[in-house]
């Protein structure tokens, strides 16, 4: 028998070096898969329960990766946003 466990793939955050970043992902990445944030940084994908999240801090928020993601939700990103710089989609025509 099977124990569904359901998880939605829009609010897995990935922390690398204590920074939360976003990801374009529509389904739970396997262990060690690689995986690319919208801000362009990269990892392998490796699961923790989520207690473990501030074993050591907090995690800071990306924001290139909040901008990127502000944007393509229609959300007017300020010029004093902290990732307002951030690279603008590139969006196939
Ligand atoms: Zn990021």
Redesign the pocket.
């Known amino acids: 028998m099977t124990a569904l466990i359901y998880i939605d793939p829009l609010a897995i955050h990935p922390v690398i070096d204590g920074t939360w970043?976003?990801a374009r992902l529509t389904a739970i990445p396997e262990p060690g898969q690689g995986i690319t944030?919208?801000?362009g940084?990269t990892g392998a994908a490796a699961f923790e329960p989520l207690e473990r999240r501030r074993d050591h801090g907090a995690p800071t928020t990306?924001f290139?990766?909040e901008a990127v993601y502000m944007r393509e939700h229609g959300m007017p990103v300020p010029t004093s946003h902290p990732g307002f710089k951030a690279r603008p989609i590139r969006r196939r025509p």
Do not use: I
Request: contains cysteine.
């Open positions: 970043h976003r944030m919208l801000c940084a990306c290139e990766c």
